[in-house]
């Protein structure tokens, strides 16, 4: 069956998150209803990244089969026109048969947003954590870099109420810039693979250790024990930026 | 009375625009509400710009009075407490009562932005106009330039369903803009002062000459007729981002 590869777009905040849930709207049911109804045909939609309710993205990647090849422009322009506003496919091709978008990942970007000045920007409440408190970037930087490279992350991994924990907790942070804009502080996170609301409670770790809350991040790491780390920022701060392929 | 002056900035989505209206939520009555709340007496708002529906602001300017001096650190902290999300009254301080948000102006900052990719960034949704077509940069900038300077607006003015037509129509561009940042076109446009729906109605013209519409910027101009030029753009577009005073 021919392969397709797509990539989405979406504002987050009023979905349940990508994966089909028992309640609430998803990404993914969404983009699948929409794809069966243009092509006539159930269609399963896997994408490379199960993002949580509230989580944005700007690159997430998936793939599906259909019985016959569809004309793409034009699929693609009748998903755009049937969509709601906040999904977007950016990006629609055939690809290999042996392509899947979870597995031939080799790695993610995540950028996550915190708005610090006293009152938010209104332009950012979806789409950035309010802060309004002294941070230590260079505390944050410091404790940051600790993180980077290869460790098993399992104190910086929550266990997902539904599928099984990943047999494998080692991951390579390859990147975690912390980024200032004017009143907004941008974490940009790239790795080989996450572990389930591994940037948020990375990000909310960094932001006690910025506010001056003692944090041995060494400890916590060998500790495995996820009680250890800090809680996770908030959803809607995160967005999945990009997915890297070979 | 004591005179106090804040800036503020919304998102205007969801409002009937700036100023009180029978029908629909103004900025100003949000917050005309939220001041006589705390302040437990009735605060008359008056505002530098009165934005359209729909229309955005960073930097709104506004200026009320009150019968006795409160504690301005405390008042804006209440007020981003109590008001919607889409409104942040962004600074607040005591100004003589020479002072005026519309007559001590001397000149505004708007943005306008255009979202050019075929398929719209769900993030600027409420924020650009989706104009997936292609355009003539070089003969939107050639046209702008004529724009720019002091001239008759009248033939860019809608006439406003309430309130007087402006009695002198002349206004300075002092500058107008029009910068590409990937799919984005960012109008930015600054004068001394704007007509009812100007920065729209320019931009409207603009987006016609971009997309190869035989148009005389001076014929238009001269005309002194508001059909002589394009139609206005979508208010989500547009963005007041800053008001100049002396």
């Known amino acids: 069956m021919p392969k397709y590869r797509m990539v989405v ?15 609430g709207v998803s990404i993914q049911a969404t ?22 309710a509230g989580v944005h993205a700007r690159g997430q990647v998936a793939h599906f089969l259909v019985a016959k090849p569809p004309d793409l422009t034009r699929l693609l322009y009748s998903l755009n026109c049937l969509l709601p506003a906040d999904i977007r496919v950016l990006e629609l091709e055939a690809v290999p048969e042996e392509f899947h978008a979870r597995y031939s990942t080799l790695g993610k970007l995540y950028h996550y947003l915190l708005c610090t000045s006293q009152a938010q920007d209104p332009f950012a409440r979806f789409y950035a954590w309010h802060y309004p408190y002294p941070l230590n970037l260079a505390a944050m930087r410091e404790a940051a870099l600790l993180l980077t ?22 991951r390579t942070l390859s990147r975690l810039a912390i980024i200032q ?3 907004q502080l941008r974490f940009e996170v790239e790795g080989n693979g996450f572990l389930h609301k591994m940037v948020r409670n990375i990000v909310g ?20 024990d996820r009680r250890c780390a800090g809680p996770a920022a908030p959803a809607r701060g995160l967005c999945l930026e990009r997915i890297f392929f070979s």
Chains 1, 2 share one sequence.
């Open 9 to 23: 777009a979406y504002d987050g905040t009023h979905y349940a998150g990508w994966q089909v849930q028992p309640h």
């Open 31 to 52: 983009l699948e209803a929409r794809l069966a109804q243009i092509l006539r045909q159930p269609v399963a939609v896997t994408g490379a990244s199960r993002t949580d």
């Open 181 to 183: 804009e004017g009143a």
């Open 149 to 170: 490279g290869t460790h098993d992350f399992t104190s910086f991994a929550n266990v997902p109420t539904e599928g099984a924990v990943a047999r494998n907790p080692v």
């Open 205 to 224: 770790t960094l932001v006690e250790v910025g506010s001056g809350k003692p944090r041995d991040l060494q400890q916590i790491l060998q500790a495995r």
